[in-house]
């Protein structure tokens, strides 16, 4: 699968943008999705991840409550609503796609993910 991820810009701090991650092929569905995040400098973060169905979502600590991940499988897209940005926040954001599915202890690792796209650049200023 391929998959390209867009939406990122330059935003204010406490704005909102929301990222799209739109994935080839026919199997979108059979695929938990991440997304991943890394700024200069830093490794890289798991932000959050949806399973297969969209009924099990989770969210790295510093994201929970501001951001939410959603998929919308008839559209082979995953998205990633971003609001109350900070500039912490600021970082290349990533899609990946885990052809195992939504097994909890591997999800939010970027090593429990076969497939990534190619990063969308996030820049909040103060």
């Known amino acids: 699968v391929q998959l390209q991820a867009c939406g990122g810009g330059l935003v204010q701090a406490g704005g909102s943008l929301r990222l799209s991650c739109a994935a080839s092929?026919?199997?979108?569905?059979?695929?938990?999705m991440g997304w991943f995040r890394q700024a200069p400098g830093k490794e890289r973060e798991f932000v959050a991840a949806i399973s297969r169905t969209g009924g099990s979502t989770i969210y790295g600590a510093s994201v929970r409550g501001r951001f939410t991940i959603s998929r919308d499988n008839a559209k082979n897209t995953a998205y990633l609503q971003m609001n109350s940005l900070k500039p912490e926040d600021t970082a290349v954001y990533y899609c990946?796609?885990?052809?195992?599915?939504?097994?909890?202890?591997?999800?939010?690792?970027?090593?429990?993910?076969?497939?990534w796209g190619q990063g969308t650049l996030v820049t909040v200023s103060s």
């Open positions: 990946a796609a885990a052809t195992t599915g939504y097994i909890a202890a591997v999800i939010s690792k970027s090593t429990g993910y076969d497939y």
């Open positions: 092929g026919r199997t979108f569905s059979s695929y938990a």
